[in-house]
């Protein structure tokens, strides 16, 4: 891929600024879309363009200017709560500004698209429990780039990724809990940080792990099909927080919505991510194929570790 052109949407987030910069630093001709302008490298020449996904217009222009071999659809709403409060935006910016991408690359039959959707969509005949409109939102995503893959006989494809953690702006888990630990260790007294249920198991892979692997999927997957990007392994709440402690510089005070240690729940507690019981009615998802060569390199408590750093050099 080096040489090549590509576009990714969305490259002011989280996995917008590690995708952007790991794919310049390979060689690849990088132009960020981005809702404002952020601090790239300077030496990667990391091209940014100031545009609305929900402009179809400028969006159709922009990409017409670039013509890129690649796109990495990151943009849109990925807050659950957030789209609790705002419905509506979660539908135009995760649905319709997917359509959008699209449209604009239809004129451009050579181009191939990675459209990242969510281990939390879910389709609105799901049980009334497993729905909210991030989840509904994302499935109505995932079903416009199927069907404009089918309908144009585009190049998209789709990756359905974990819990992504590491270093850098994210409103993940284990940011929250970085940033909480780098409080406590400046002697910021907080409140004890609140976690859910010991039991909650989930599927935990860096940023610069995944970024590697849509990188695989965009020169090697077939278009229609969706990709598993996972570690492989599953983690309770409890042993995260266990990590966090053991890397911190002082005592970090947590409490559980569920006081029994997880030792003590029931035997019929199952390591099974609760995102994973909402795909049952999805399109199968599949793994990332042992030939391709792709396996993450970094360990948890690398990405807690780099997690940790970026926290603590923040406030300075």
């Not at 969509?121 to 893959?149: C, D, G, M, V």
């Not at 970094?298 to 406030?315: C, G, M, N, P, W």
Request: proline share 6%; glycine share 6%; with cysteine.
């Amino acid at each position: 891929m080096k040489d090549a052109s590509i576009v990714v949407t969305g490259a002011s987030g989280f996995t917008g600024l590690h995708a952007c910069q790991a794919l310049a630093a390979v060689g690849m001709k990088v132009t960020a879309f981005v809702r404002r302008r952020v601090s790239f490298d300077p030496a990667l020449a990391i091209h940014q363009i100031e545009v609305d996904l929900l402009k179809p217009k400028a969006l159709q222009y922009f990409m017409q200017q670039v013509s890129p071999q690649y796109v990495l659809h990151l943009a849109g709403m990925n807050a659950v709560q957030q789209s609790w409060r705002a419905p509506a935006d979660a539908m135009h910016i995760n649905m319709l500004g997917t359509v959008h991408v699209l449209e604009a690359v239809r004129e451009l039959p050579d181009t191939r698209v990675l459209v990242i959707t969510s281990k939390l969509k879910s389709a609105p005949t799901a049980s009334r429990s497993n729905l909210h409109p991030y989840a509904i939102s994302k499935w109505f995503q995932e079903q416009a780039a199927l069907a404009w893959s089918q309908l144009y006989q585009m190049n998209i494809m789709m990756a359905e990724p974990s819990n992504l953690i590491g270093p850098g702006p994210s409103t993940g888990i284990c940011a929250l809990l970085g940033g909480y630990v780098a409080r406590c260790e400046r002697g910021e007294h907080d409140q004890p940080f609140t976690f859910s249920s010991r039991a909650d198991w989930r599927d935990y892979l860096d940023v610069r792990d995944a970024v590697a692997a849509y990188a695989h999927i965009l020169q090697r997957g077939a278009s229609g099909s969706i990709y598993r990007v996972e570690s492989g392994r599953v983690r309770s709440l409890e042993e995260v927080s266990e990590v966090f402690q053991e890397m911190a510089a002082a005592s970090i005070p947590y409490q559980w919505k569920d006081p029994a240690p997880l030792s003590e729940l029931s035997s019929e507690t199952k390591p099974i991510e609760h995102s994973v019981k909402l795909n049952k009615d999805q399109l199968e998802v599949l793994p990332l194929p042992e030939s391709w060569g792709w396996t993450p390199k970094y360990s948890f408590t690398e990405s807690v570790a780099d997690i940790l750093k970026y926290y603590r050099q923040l406030r300075r």
